[in-house]
Every structure is written in C-alpha cells, then in structure tokens.
T-cell receptor, first 113, second 115 residues
Framework: DAGVTQSPTHLIKTRGQHVTLRCSPI?????VSWYQQVLGQGPQFIFQ???????GRGNFPDRFSARQFPNYSSELNVNALLLGDSALYLC????????????FGPGTRLTVT | TQLLEQSPQFLSIQEGENLTVYCNSS?????LQWYRQEPGEGPVLLVT?????EVKKLKRLTFQFGDARKDSSLHITAAQPGDTGLYLC???????????????FGQGTILTVHP
C-alpha cells in the first residue's frame, strides 16, 4: 500500500509570493495534519483536518491556511512568504484524530529567498 | 501549552555502546510516540506507548512510558552505525483538551554511532 505522498518535493520561492503544498493520505485514513519543521528542531503543529473540517490549529499566523477535499487529500497554503517560512513541511495521516498513530510523508522542502 | 523536553540534544558514541534518550513533560499525554528521521525525509514511526508504566521492545530498542504518562525513555543496546539518525519523541494530546489529536514533539536527539 502507498504511504503518505506529498508534492512537490522541493520548492524555491521569493519573499512575498504564495505557495500551495499538497498531501495525499494513506488509503482509508480520514485525518490529515500539517507540521512545520525548521532545521534543527522538532516538527511544530500547524493544522489538523478530519472529514473536511478543521479540528485543530497551531500557533501560526493567518497567512497559513489549509483545506481537505472529499477524497481526504489536503492542501496547505502560505501567503506573503517570509524568509522564516523556509522549512520542511510535513503531512501526517491517521485513521481518525486523537486515537491512532500518525504516519508522515516525506515532506516538502520550502526555501524562501 | 504542552511541552516536551528531550535530552540529550546530541549523542556521539562508539559502536557497541548503550545509550538512553529521555523525554519529559509536565503534561499528561494520551500516548507517546517515538520516531526516527533521516535527513531530508519524514519521521518514521518506531513505536507507540499508551499505558502508564508500559515497556515495549523493538529488537535492540527498549521504550518505556512513565507511570504518570508524562515522560518516556528510549534505550538502545549495543548501538550500531545503522542506528545513526534523529530520534524524536511526540506526545498525543488528551481527549477533551485543546491539544486533542495534536502531536507535540520534543526537540530531537541527533545520534551518531561511529564504527
């Protein structure tokens, strides 16, 4: 079975631009979470979606938004990019939120110049 | 806000040595997960511990969850160069709390095992 997939793998953007990152969960998983991992640190929670509804939001500015589609795939959008947004963006899927392990995709490496 | 303190941050040892990584918090978690991450890749789940006092073994790796479900440890016996990587602990928030379904990660431990 395919694991969590993310696209693109790498992305280079300029300050002020907008970016969209995509994630497909493991088949049968209905919950998707997004995390930001800055070099040298553990991942930080951004959003959690379940059944197309936002179920949790971390301490990130409103420039960050996300949505989940009927097929349970998800998009993370970041507007007005800052240099500090450079990070590895990870998507994790789970059967349902709160009770099951979360499995991570390979991540999207975003570099903002 | 739930926080997880992971220590040590760096660990450099020789092949065959034993090591322990600690993960401590003042918060109670519904479960605690350990991940291993290679450079440029996503974290790979090693184990989940759920019950206070629970001990799980995965070959040479032993994971323990504290009785109060606030802390955990990872012990590696006879480390090998293939164990090199970033080890992350992550606590899952309790039902009914603001952190429900959210993983709170420690800072990670970078382990290097020299042949």
């Amino acid at each position: 079975d395919a694991g969590v997939t993310q696209s693109p793998t790498h992305l280079i953007k300029t300050r002020g631009q907008h970016v969209t990152l995509r994630c497909s969960p493991i088949s049968g998983h209905k919950s998707v979470s997004w995390y930001q991992q800055v070099l040298g640190q553990g991942p930080q929670f951004i959003f959690q979606y379940y059944e197309k509804e936002e179920r949790g939001r971390g301490n990130f500015p409103d420039r960050f938004s996300a949505r989940q589609f009927p097929n349970y795939s998800s998009e993370l959008n970041v507007n007005a990019l800052l240099l500090g947004d450079s990070a590895l963006y990870l998507c994790a899927s789970s059967l349902v939120p709160g009770r099951y392990e979360q499995y991570f995709g390979p991540g999207t490496r975003l570099t903002v110049t | 806000t739930q926080l997880l303190e992971q220590s040590p941050q760096f660990l450099s040892i020789q092949e065959g040595e034993n090591l322990t990584v600690y993960c401590n918090s003042s918060s109670v978690f519904s479960s605690l997960q350990w991940y291993r991450q290679e450079p440029g890749e996503g974290p790979v789940l090693l184990v989940t511990v759920v019950t206070g006092g629970e001990v799980k073994k995965l070959k040479r790796l032993t994971f323990q969850f504290g009785d109060a479900r606030k802390d955990s440890s990872l012990h590696i016996t006879a480390a090998q160069p293939g164990d090199t990587g970033l080890y992350l602990c992550a606590g899952l928030g309790n039902a009914g709390g603001t952190s429900y379904g959210k993983l709170t990660f420690g800072q990670g431990t970078i382990l290097t095992v020299h042949p």
